[in-house]
């Protein structure tokens, strides 16, 4: 920035602060001068409103507004504006948007993702994100939170040992995806109608969600490798048909008005260079929105990846490949030395500005109090609700998984237990209970509080000093107290000082002596032991599932504020759990496979065993879909097609006549670019889910499928459909699944293009097998 620029900006800033009667307001628009600026006519286009702002700024005044901080522009009256909020389950204190030092203290803690995602099921998906948002945005109208969120993490779980796995909704990209779009439709509000004409815009929202890292990003730090200069070598196939389909639903489906492009190089350009990937994102799926870089992600491309010669051309390079702004201070430290080299042109600045104001427009940023909607009026009454923590209750609920359960051991009869050992370091711990990105929660709730609540008599001990267990202080105890009680719970797993941003793990087995505390207890006390496992990342407890004292295995994840109520719900039966694992569990020779390999295909030929259920061989601890319950389950099919025809659709020219896609060995398959009606293929599947038990549950059905004309590089098997359904006990209730095959039957060829088998494709729904005959 020039020197007259900033001595003019000095005396702007100077000027306002000996005036006080000129004090900016908190938002634009609302000075009485606001009438004599377009921008402010809540009347006018979107695309007219913003082009009109840009018109009227400075080019110092444009470069401002290019980082998460952006500046005010007092003679416009416009205030400061901070981009960067965290929601990822519910409102974070990470980033400087977010503050919990005025009327509200504390927002509700719901859990982890990874948890929630445990329980498949979209209707809770899109509730939990419209609660944070009526939050989020009651936190915005007081002043301590912005309106713009960067949530949610929608990177597929690709390695068991990334410490940001716990942030997403599993390894599949269907599931993923699916999430994705809940979560935004859930935050955003919108109503799924866009402005039309001149420039288009999007339509207008409540608050505005953010779909990130965009894209193939999955490693923290491992080995010689950081995410800062990490280069994701990457297999067009595998970006078709992996790490691709979430961002895609999330702006096709979803309608996210931001796309964070991440740190990590893909292929050897940075994320937020890649003009191709990022025009994708708007050319083919539609997207209207803003894209943020990762924090310092345009300094890095110069100053730790040395990809571009001076600061001035990582300026060039990611604006003129269509990032809009940069969080950090580079943009504004080096763009005006860049225009002035010739390096960028004012209207690249421009195209970006348009996109930053369209999404503060849509927002209701410029429309001062004429923008009143039911959603303006919420307060700090719309915080930390008894709704809302009923909401985070049965969002635990349904994502807890049961890993073992010998001889029906659990639920726990309340009348027959006189005395109970808790054993953990987590299990009086609240901190624990949110994972990462967790802000202040209302009412934490521990584990020992919440088995306290169902027997009085309850001992506690931590076993460990701490979660990374790295002595056997507190053993004795430990084992002492197993000793007086009628059951026992160990509380073992993980916590963020094994998984987080910035940190992968190395090992897949309990950290420390987590594993020799549980079989020390297990060995001299012979009595059966529950385990409870934390974490967001699989772990390797082959031993446990091998120990007949270790009667009782439950995954927990992070279960947020309310965990210890949840966990004790589940152990003594006032909740039949049915959640399911996001992810595959793999053993500790996983470990083996290095992280740094970002191919999803095995290639048994050099060793590598592939990732993910849908590729991986080799053995497993347990696999992705896993869980129990404590009723017994059975399908049958009511209705189901036999066949499917590309040419005797109902809709004509279903097809168009090109020749159908050859692949090397001679098989049979089509580009679905070549199918004029995808929607024309699309069916239900009927089914019959009988419950044996003699509890009421809520149960996930999973539908499978695999092709009969599978070639060198197709999954194994994929999740094609699920649903969630409620079922009473010795009843049979009735599910749904909607399959769309041109989106969940498919695969990517080596070219990257998403082909559908024709012939023959096996459905598969637990035990139960039939067969779809896909014709041409």
């Known amino acids: ?105 504390a927002a509700t803690g719901f859990p982890q993702v990874i948890l929630s995602a445990a329980a498949f099921n979209r209707t809770l998906w899109r509730a939990l994100a419209h609660a944070i948002a009526v939050e989020a945005r009651a936190m915005y109208n007081l002043g301590q939170a912005g309106l713009t969120f960067w949530a949610p993490n929608i990177n597929i779980f690709r390695d068991p040992r990334w410490g940001r796995g716990q942030e997403t909704p599993g390894e599949d990209p269907m599931v993923v995806a699916s999430y994705a779009v809940e979560y935004v439709k859930g935050f955003q509000g919108e109503y799924d109608h866009h402005y039309a004409g001149d420039g288009g815009g999007g339509g207008p929202m409540m608050l505005s969600a953010c779909c ?9 730090k491992w080995g010689n490798f950081t995410r800062y200069t990490f280069n994701a070598l990457v297999t067009e196939q595998d970006l078709e048909d992996s790490y691709q389909p979430p961002f895609r639903s999330c702006i096709e489906e979803g309608h996210a008005s931001c796309l964070m492009c991440s740190y990590n190089q893909v292929n050897g350009v940075p994320m937020c260079a890649r003009q191709d990937l990022l025009k994708k994102a708007r050319d083919e799926w539609g997207f209207q929105g803003y894209v943020t870089s990762d924090c310092d992600a345009v300094a890095i491309i110069y100053e730790n990846q040395t990809y571009s010669n001076s600061p001035e051309d990582s300026i060039a390079d990611v604006l003129k490949a269509g990032m809009d702004i940069n969080c950090g201070t580079y943009l504004l430290r080096h763009t005006e030395s860049a225009v002035e080299q010739g390096k960028v042109q004012e209207e690249d600045i421009d195209r970006a500005l348009f996109n930053l104001f369209s999404v503060q427009l849509r927002l209701g940023l410029f429309d001062g109090d004429r923008g009143n909607q039911w959603f303006t009026q919420l307060g700090s009454s719309n915080v930390c609700t008894k709704e809302h923590r009923e909401l985070a209750l049965e969002a635990g609920r349904q994502g807890i998984v049961l890993l073992k359960n010998k001889e029906g051991f659990l639920p726990l009869k309340k009348s027959k237990i006189r005395s109970l050992a808790i054993i953990g370091p987590a299990a009086n711990d609240t901190s624990i209970l949110g994972g990462d990105y967790t802000g202040v929660p209302c009412d934490p709730i521990s584990f020992l509080n919440g088995v306290q609540a169902y027997v009085p008599k309850t001992l506690f001990a931590t076993g460990c000093v701490d979660v990374p267990c790295n002595s056997t202080d507190g053993f004795d105890e430990a084992i002492n107290i197993a000793r007086e009680a009628d059951v026992v719970v160990v509380v073992a797993g993980l916590n963020l000082t094994e998984e987080t941003e910035d940190h992968d793990r190395v090992s897949l087995l309990l950290p420390g002596k987590q594993m020799d505390l549980i079989n020390r207890i297990t060995a001299v006390n012979k009595k059966p032991l529950v385990l409870v496992l934390m974490g967001g990342g699989p772990i390797d407890v082959s031993f446990a599932k091998q120990n007949p004292w270790i009667a009782s295995i439950l995954w927990i994840g992070y279960p947020g504020e309310v965990g210890g109520r949840v966990v004790a719900e589940v152990i003594f039966g006032d909740f039949n759990p049915g959640g399911k694992l996001p992810v595959t569990w793999y053993p500790e020779s996983f470990t083996s496979v290095p992280m740094n390999d970002m191919n999803m295909r095995a290639d048994l030929s050099r060793g590598y065993p592939g990732r993910t259920y849908r590729f991986y061989q080799g053995e497993v601890v347990y696999p992705f879909g896993y869980g129990l319950s404590y009723s017994n389950y059975s399908y049958s099919i009511l209705s189901a097609p036999e066949r499917i025809s590309l040419s005797e659709s109902s809709v004509e020219n279903h097809i168009s006549r090109k020749p159908t896609y050859k692949i090397r060995d001679g098989l049979d398959h089509v580009n679905i670019k070549e199918i004029s009606s995808c929607e024309a293929l699309r069916f239900s599947i009927y089914i019959s889910v009988v419950n044996h038990g003699s509890r009421d549950g809520s149960h996930i059905v999973l539908l499978f499928a695999r092709s009969s004309t599978s070639t060198i590089g197709s999954p194994q098997k994929q999740l094609i459909g699920f649903q969630r359904v409620h079922t009473t006990a010795g009843e049979a209730t009735k599910a749904e699944i909607f399959v769309d095959p041109c989106k969940h039957m498919t695969a990517a060829n080596d070219q990257g293009q998403t082909m559908l088998s024709l012939g023959t494709h096996v459905l598969m729904l637990g035990d139960l097998e039939i067969e779809l005959f896909v014709g041409a």
């Open 1 to 105: 920035m020039g020197l007259s620029s900033i001595y003019f900006q000095f005396l702007l800033l100077l000027f306002f602060v000996i005036n006080p009667i000129f004090a900016l307001p908190n938002r634009p628009c609302s000075l009485p001068t606001a009438n004599s600026f377009s921008f402010c006519n809540a009347s006018l286009p979107i695309p007219y409103r913003a082009r009109s702002l840009i018109s009227l700024l400075t080019l110092p005044e444009k470069i401002s507004q290019l980082s998460d901080s952006a500046a005010a522009v007092p003679r416009l009256g416009l205030p400061a504006y901070e981009w960067w909020s965290e929601s990822l389950h519910g409102v974070s204190s990470n980033g400087p948007g977010v503050r919990f030092n005025g009327s509200v203290s």
């Open 212 to 220: 990130k890292h965009y894209t193939a990003y999955d490693l923290e």
